[in-house]
């Protein structure tokens, strides 16, 4: 369960009384909300609650409520982004219900209230999706789920080629926005060409004679689909397709509508490009996925089976997505590998730009785009040396189901230690297993979170692997760093072998090593941690020096770099009540009059939690 914010415990006090208001019309007034569970996380763009009933249609016990968040939320106003997210969910389970062939794919569709931004729909249960398959089983289960996905996809384009007219009636009829949206991708390339063109200037490398026109005509083809325009999801990632019913179901539809259909289908080629999980694919699994997907298409489009229609399209699709992360990413993965999920920035960058480079090479197509991504990729992999790894199915499979996991699981969070013990010794692998919490959490972390060491060092001693991180780019040290002043659990995955970081380093007071850590890699001084920066994470913590700051400040850290909520590490000394923290900031330079994102200043915080002691350093010294 995901735990609520104050503002969403409010949100969702209201959704419960509009829930209850709006399935009262649908199914009847003895209708009666029992219970809330948060499903989505504090600062998601929607809400998202399990609902359970009494009272409701047989066999329905529970539903899932989307609602708008607040804020931005205008129905009657094509800018408002909420509103758009959530008619495009509301307009495709409407539209996909209408057909048999269509109608499994997505949740059952139960009532909607334009006015208050909310939808409800099918409940499909505590089911496991794709991520889980792919992050913890092995080739075959990893294979099969993802072929399941691809016939999905093509089963659905197949059946909506055509019918856009009738979609866009079902989506008009919500509010206004989406009236062009099959024209979207190509308008994204259109403001991509002079960035990236400066950026392979900056490189001084220089895009190659005839990149624009190149890019132009990516740009035509998928601004006129053609008999390839169909309804599609627009968000393929693994925690987006649920295995449920004995099949896979897709969930969250808020970027779906009608574009060319390939943008889709180029998920496993490109390591599923919008989302935290992305990994490699083998090639041999890659040509079957890709043939069970152009075979279903075909069934509805048959220029699907045509090679010269399906490789234009192919290509430009997958130009499509190397573009859009090229130009949204590649100046940060420049400067430093900042992690997304299961891997980072310069992983997925190197991933995308050899997979295209591959397609178009042996297409023949796109020759200036395709020799401007080849001498990037070389001068990009001569640099950063890394290759976007396979998922953990295909590269380090575990072999364990998602409901072995979950067992497992149960029994981490419970302190069954000697249990999780002879669990281990039947199947080490479940010491590496994730769980499908929102943070898909190595077992080893939630037994640190949890407090446990004594079950810590059976999961170290079965195996776990203290490296692996979660999807919010956390180590099993900087978990145990997250509890505050836990030297005891630091320690004991330090004696296990976990390898000390920047972090551990200063708060265990080696300098020594600390210097050595970062003169390895000057971007560990800024990448972030926790809170912001390592720096932010020593602020709220005792014993901070002027010598570690200096230290940071001197490889790259700013002093004043805002962190989470905008907070600089003045902020989190002051709000810690840690005095000796706030003078040493200020001693090096901290600015005593930055905000945060609730405009306030280190002394408003100190003054707020009663810490006199810092009010007064803040006033009598700094800046």
């Known amino acids: 369960m995901t735990k609520m914010s104050q503002t969403d415990t409010i949100n969702a006090a209201l959704l419960a009384e509009r829930t209850e208001q709006l399935l009262r019309q649908a199914w009847g007034s003895s209708l009666q909300v029992q219970s809330l569970e948060p499903l989505s996380a504090p600062r998601a763009r929607s809400l998202l609650m399990r609902v359970r009933l009494a009272g409701g249609p047989e066999g329905i016990r529970s539903v899932i409520v989307k609602g708008a968040r607040r804020g931005s939320y205008d129905p009657s106003s094509a800018g408002s982004i909420p509103a758009r997210a959530l008619f495009r969910e509301w307009a495709a389970q409407q539209f996909l219900a209408k057909r048999a062939d269509t109608s499994f794919y997505c949740p059952t569709f139960y009532a909607g209230d334009v006015a208050n931004g909310l939808i409800a729909f099918e409940d499909l249960g505590d089911t496991p999706d794709l991520a889980e398959v792919l992050l913890n089983d092995g080739p075959a289960a990893a294979e ?22 009738e979609y866009q009636a079902i989506r008009d009829a919500l509010g206004p926005g989406d009236e062009q ?35 132009q005509a990516v740009i035509d083809t998928l601004s006129e689909p053609g008999p390839f325009l169909a309804f599609t999801h627009g968000d393929v990632c693994p925690d987006n397709c649920r295995l449920a019913g004995g099949g896979l179901r897709l969930i969250d539809f808020e970027y779906s509508g009608y574009r060319h259909a390939l943008l889709d289908a180029l998920f496993a080629r490109m390591g599923f490009p ?12 890659l040509q079957r996925v890709e043939a069970a997907y152009r075979r279903q298409l075909a069934a509805g489009c048959p220029e699907a089976a045509d090679e010269q229609a399906w490789n234009k399209g192919y290509v430009a699709a997958c130009a499509f997505w190397l573009l859009e992360n090229l130009n949204g990413h590649l100046r940060t993965a420049v400067l430093e590998d900042s992690h997304l ?16 480079v591959d397609v178009a090479g042996r297409s023949g197509s796109l020759p200036a785009l395709t020799d401007s991504a080849a001498r990037l990729l070389s001068h990009l992999g001569s640099q950063w040396k890394v290759e976007l790894e396979e998922f953990d199915a295909f590269a380090r ?30 199947k080490p692998s479940l010491a590496n297993a994730r769980a499908a919490d929102p943070r898909r959490s190595p077992v ?25 991180r979660d999807r919010m780019n956390v180590s099993a040290l900087e978990a145990a760093h997250q509890r505050g002043s836990d030297i005891a659990m630091v320690e004991a995955l330090l004696a296990m072998g976990a390898k000390a970081d920047v972090l551990t380093a200063f708060l265990m007071g080696n300098l020594d090593l600390a210097r050595q850590l970062l003169e390895e890699d000057l971007s560990r001084a800024w990448q972030k941690v926790g809170r912001g920066t390592v720096l932010h994470e020593l602020a709220c913590r005792p014993g901070l020096t002027a010598e570690a700051v200096r230290l940071l400040a001197d490889c790259g850290a700013d002093v004043n770099a805002a962190g989470a909520g905008g ?44 810490h006199e002691g810092c009010v007064r350093a803040l006033v009598r010294t700094g800046r």
């Open 181 to 215: 949206q099959h024209r979207a991708p190509a308008q994204h390339l259109l403001y991509a060409i002079p960035v990236l063109q400066a950026f392979w200037d900056g490189l001084g490398m220089q895009a190659t004679a005839g990149f624009e026109q190149d890019v």
């Open 397 to 426: 499979p575990l072999h364990c189901s998602p409901q072995q996991v979950r067992r497992f699981v149960e029994g981490v969070l419970a302190g069954r230690v000697e249990g999780v013990k002879k669990v281990l010794s039947l």
């Open 567 to 610: 907070a600089t590490p003045l902020h989190l000394a002051a709000w810690a009540g840690l005095e000796e923290n706030v003078r040493v900031l200020l001693e090096c330079g901290a600015d005593r009059t930055a905000t945060d994102e609730a405009g306030r200043t280190a002394v408003e915080v100190a003054r707020h939690f009663g």
């Open 341 to 356: 999920g299961t891997t980072t920035w310069r992983h997925r960058l190197i991933g995308r730009l050899r997979a295209f």
């Open 274 to 285: 919008t989302s935290w999980c992305s990994g490699a694919i083998p090639n041999d699994v």
């Open 444 to 468: 080893l972390h939630l037994a640190i979170r949890s407090g446990n060491v004594q079950m810590v060092r059976a999961l170290l001693e079965g195996g776990a692997d203290a490296a692996r």
């Open 144 to 165: 099969r789920a993802l072929v399941q996905l691809a016939e999905a996809l093509g089963r659905i384009h197949a059946a909506t080629t055509g019918r856009q007219a």
